[in-house]
């Protein structure tokens, strides 16, 4: 019988994020299309409320790691504290959400334990009485299910790939685990990170804005007009709370000196060699909509784009949707729309 520890962190607030959530749910139907056992682990400051929140869940136990040196994401204290309740558990399937933190220190704790990690996974499912993972491979070009006879099998899972866990919440009963604490090199002194509206990277919008080269380009009166670009752009992101994504070639033109949208970084870049976001709709403008961009649309479920070309590669079966139109004046109106 498979035994499943379910491990996370919790938020600065002793919440779980929605990400971590989600993933509460793919160990929860693990366990049950498995027949096998589930249990929690949870570190960080103080982990009670999180175990609470999670008391209904179908965890027989609920193991807790907790205290000031793992309030911060940092490798050292956080490979012990996962190390510790591993130990505690004695988990065959070991399964937490891929965000940043446990990344980064979940390989230790698989290396340290003998086992082997799988990251990144999009799908869990159970065929035969077996634990099948799924993962895309190449760029999201091509998906693979499959299982690992050893154990521990650790797998991360991607955000945006279950509904988010919300039952109601209880009084949990923590078990406490101590790990042994490594030496402290490494001193945390604060996250940096750029304010709420300044921040246009938004994983959990319903939708994805994209702007292309297009936007800086000479128009039909032989100019250009990026100042303009740019109102009409974060116009529709203020009004809408979507998230900006970018194609290649406009967030590389800050890099060679050309003028250039102020708020687009590397970090907006998708497709190929970019990021493949999740969100139930796109909207691609002044973007050609070549195949290394769109690679990127992988999890848009969907997706229309606006472009002066009707032979543009949006056209050619990548889009649902295609607005042959001027987007600045599309924009306009529709910023309009929105008040
Ligand atoms: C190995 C490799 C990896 C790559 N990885 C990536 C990647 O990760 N992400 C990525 O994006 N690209 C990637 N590329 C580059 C990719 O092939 C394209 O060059 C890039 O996506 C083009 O960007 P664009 O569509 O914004 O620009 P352009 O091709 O210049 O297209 C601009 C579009 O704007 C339209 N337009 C102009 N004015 C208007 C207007 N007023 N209204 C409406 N439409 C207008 C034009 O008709 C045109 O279609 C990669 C390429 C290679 C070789």
């Known amino acids: 019988m498979e035994t499943i520890l379910y491990l996370a962190h919790t938020e600065e607030d002793g919440s779980l994020s ?39 869940c179908g965890a027989a136990t609920i193991y807790g790691a907790s205290g000031e040196a793992f309030a911060v994401s940092r490798y050292s204290t956080d490979v012990a504290a996962l190390q510790a309740l591993c130990q505690a558990a004695k988990p065959t399937l070991v399964i937490s959400v891929a965000d940043s933190r ?9 290396q340290r334990l003998g086992g082997r990690i799988d990251t990144h996974l999009t799908g869990l499912s159970v065929k035969d ?53 490594p030496v402290e090199r490494t ?52 009004g809408t709370k979507a998230s900006l994504g970018s194609s290649k070639s406009l967030v590389d033109m800050g890099g060679e000196g050309e003028s250039v949208l102020p708020f687009l970084t590397h970090l907006h870049q998708v497709g190929q060699t970019g990021s493949t976001p999740r969100h ?20 848009i479920t969907e997706r229309r784009a606006v472009n002066l070309d009707a032979g543009c590669g949006w056209a050619r ?23």
């Open 18 to 56: 929605k990400a971590a959530l989600e993933v509460v749910s793919a160990a929860k139907d693990l366990a049950s299309g498995l027949s096998g056992s589930l249990a929690i682990g949870l570190v960080g400051r103080d982990v009670q409320a999180a175990a609470d929140a999670l008391a209904g």
């Open 280 to 299: 139930p709709k796109g909207l691609a403008t002044c973007c050609h909509g070549e195949e290394p961009h769109v690679v990127g649309w992988r999890f």
């Open 129 to 181: 009485g077996q634990p099948l993972a799924t993962r895309w491979y190449y760029r999201q070009r091509m998906v693979a299910d499959f299982n690992r006879p050893q154990r521990p099998w650790f797998l991360t899972v991607d955000a945006g790939c279950f509904a988010a866990y919300a039952g109601a919440p209880g009084q949990a009963q923590v078990q406490a685990v101590t790990p042994v604490l």
């Open 187 to 238: 001193k945390v002194l604060g996250i940096q990170s750029p304010a709420a509206d300044q921040q246009t990277i938004r994983p959990d919008a319903q939708v994805l804005f994209v702007t292309g080269a297009g936007w800086t380009k000479k128009q039909a009166d032989g100019a250009t007009h990026v100042p303009e670009a740019a109102a009409l752009i974060l116009g529709f992101l203020n």
């Open 102 to 110: 446990l990344s980064r220190a979940m390989p230790g704790v698989a």
């Open 317 to 339: 079966g990548k889009a649902d949707v295609l607005y042959v139109t001027d987007a600045f004046a599309l924009m306009k109106r529709v910023n309009e729309l929105l008040g």
